[in-house]
């Protein structure tokens, strides 16, 4: 899958959760492998700051992103929107501290990248895939986040509050191209209980009930609401039962807890790479969802690159027969068995090193090690079998070495192993020369890795 942007930049505008202020973001194109960056026209020099989950410097009400004394408040809902629609890229500008709280949800968003369309680009997405079950809880709060490995992105959030109106709740989304149906339009909300003393800590300056649910859930008087209409800037109601005060009534009965998910996938949007596994969380929040993140992207730091998913029960793309086909190599230097993955541009092919390899008699009788230069040579023939596989007529075509550079053994490849051959082209073919990264893989370790170029040459 190719890396996407924006086709156009596209502008929204409104007032700011927090600050009140009037503010215009412009969400615009990005080259490949730019992520998500937020820049300040509205400061001198025009600051940027990368959206990562390091970069997170409060968590109160929302998420913050902050480098040096730059802040940039209330960036889920956006994030969330691009993250669900597949975009690896966007500059965001904004000419205040904080994005566009809109309708409290991220619905403008989604509906906006519709209408501008994304465009493809010249990078394979880089995904990270969850291999393992990772895990983390707050014993004073109660919240949990666990990731399980998966084929997909998925998200389950089940909110749990001391309230007679919004007890228990859960939210699943199975399948992210569902996120505009059953997530965008989710809205963020807030107890009258807590209105007070958000207001006095500075934030909510520009809440109203039309950018927030409100749930009424403790008789308070009237002139108590009355206060505190007048702390948000809006006109006193009356309220005379507990429930939900806004006009607009729920879009669905466990709206709060949808919008929880919709921040789940805002604040993971934050790792920097699309993820391939299954969060549940449990009474999650902006705090832990960081928390997590932040495991998560040590994690992804100290990845140079993830070994490929190998399922030997699947059936193979290209089976031994084929790979006869399209290679001249035949016993004892074959040593390619069969291809698991394959597109145009990178191909992941398998090699069972078994102890009946004719080297290791002699390499070496007391420790059967596989030498370095076969592991070069099984990349170079999975390289063989991606660029002959496309070819009319392959078996007319052979592949030839030109060079090899950065050449790393990092582990022995021994009897039992089995290699993972991920190939992928650097460039363009150009006059028949393909220019090849190779890494091999036994279980979740690199064991060689090179850059080769190799020629392709029409048979006489």
């Known amino acids: 899958m190719e890396q996407l942007t924006l086709k156009s930049p596209f502008s929204v505008k409104g007032k700011g959760l927090h600050s009140g202020k009037e503010i215009t973001a412009q969400l615009k194109p990005a080259p490949v492998n730019f992520g998500y960056k937020f820049k300040r026209i509205d400061l001198e020099g025009a600051p940027v700051v990368e959206a990562v989950a390091e970069n997170v410097v409060d968590t109160t009400r929302g998420t913050v992103l902050g480098k040096n004394d730059v802040r940039i408040s ?31 949800s991220s619905i403008q968003y989604v509906e906006a990248l519709e209408n501008v369309g994304l465009q493809s680009q010249e990078a394979d997405k880089d995904f990270f895939i969850i291999k393992e079950k990772m895990s983390l809880k707050d014993d004073k709060t109660g919240s949990m986040i666990t990731i399980y490995p998966d084929d997909q992105f998925s998200v389950e959030v089940m909110v749990e509050y001391n309230s007679p109106i919004l007890p228990n709740q859960f939210a699943m989304l199975d399948d992210i191209a569902e996120f505009k149906q059953e997530v965008a339009s989710a809205r963020t909300f807030v107890f009258v209980r807590e209105i007070e ?109 993830q070994s490929p998913t190998y399922n030997p029960n699947i059936e ?21 068995d069969k291809v698991i993955e394959i597109d145009k541009k990178h191909i992941v092919a398998v090699k069972n090193v078994t102890v009946n390899e004719p080297f290791f008699p002699g390499h070496f009788p007391q420790e059967p090690v596989m030498p370095g230069v076969l592991q070069v040579e099984a990349m170079a023939q999975a390289a063989g079998v991606l660029v002959l596989n496309y070819l009319d007529d392959p078996h007319t075509y052979s592949t030839y070495f030109l060079k090899i550079d950065n050449v790393k053994f990092r582990q022995k490849v021994v009897p039992g192993n089995t290699l993972l051959l991920n190939v992928s082209l650097m460039t363009e073919i150009r006059r028949g020369c393909a220019l090849v990264k190779g890494y091999a893989f036994v279980g979740e370790k690199i064991v060689c890795e090179a850059e080769f170029m190799a020629q392709i040459i029409k048979n006489k």
């Open 197 to 305: 003393q958000l207001a006095e800590a500075g934030l909510i300056k520009g809440g109203d009930l039309d950018n927030a649910i409100v749930i009424y859930d403790q008789p308070v008087s009237e002139e108590k609401i009355n206060h505190l209409c007048n702390l948000m800037g809006v006109e006193p109601i009356k309220v005379d039962q507990l429930g939900y005060i806004n006009p607009k009534p729920l879009k669905w009965d466990n709206e709060p807890a949808r919008h929880k998910l919709m921040d789940v996938i805002g604040d993971f949007a934050l790792i920097g790479k699309p993820i391939k596994g299954r969060i549940v969380a449990v009474r999650p929040g902006h705090t832990i969802n960081n928390q997590f993140t932040r495991m998560i992207r040590k994690t992804v730091k100290h990845t140079e690159i």
């Open 74 to 104: 209330t960036v889920e809902h956006a994030l969330a929107a691009l993250y669900a629609a597949g975009v690896d890229n966007c500059l965001i500008e904004l000419d205040g501290p904080e994005m566009p709280i809109l309708d409290g």
């Open 316 to 336: 193979p793309v290209i089976d031994i027969n084929g790979i006869k086909k399209l290679l001249p190599h035949r016993y004892p230097f074959l040593l390619v």
